[in-house]
């Protein structure tokens, strides 16, 4: 059975960090694209940061960049986003989702091309 479970959400203050993983279990995650996306209430799904397979290529959006980080640990088959100087705007049930098929070096964060989805771990920034 395909399965992404995501962990590593919770409360943080403005400013702090949080570490989100997504274990991939049933397939190997190196091979797919495995990308991260959230959600806050009353909003539509956004797309946050991928990773590519292969050479590991990565995309952020512009709400995150230089503050969010992607990586993966292929021998924990386990894709991770690096969180830091959090805002209260990035309050949010964030997902990981992957998504094969595609040439090594391909990265999207249209959320429609992804075809497995984790049940989300929920981000709160708040003082």
């Known amino acids: 059975q395909l399965q992404l479970v995501e962990s590593g959400g919770g409360l943080v203050q403005p400013g702090g960090s949080l570490r989100l993983s997504c274990a991939a279990s049933?397939?190997?995650?190196?091979?797919?694209?495995i990308g991260w996306f959230r959600q806050a209430p009353g909003k539509e799904r956004e797309g946050v940061s991928c990773i590519s397979s292969g050479d590991g290529t990565t995309k952020y959006a512009d709400s995150v960049k230089g503050r969010f980080t992607i990586s993966r640990d292929n021998a924990k088959n386990t894709v991770y986003l690096q969180m830091n100087n959090l805002k209260t705007e990035d309050t949010a049930d964030y997902y990981c989702?992957?998504?094969?098929?595609?040439?090594?070096?391909?990265?999207?964060?249209?959320?429609?091309?992804?075809?497995?989805w984790g049940q989300g771990t929920q981000v709160t920034v708040s003082s």
């Open positions: 049933g397939f190997t995650s190196e091979y797919y694209v």
């Open positions: 989702a992957a998504v094969g098929g595609y040439y090594d070096g391909y990265v999207t964060l249209r959320s429609y091309e992804y075809d497995l």
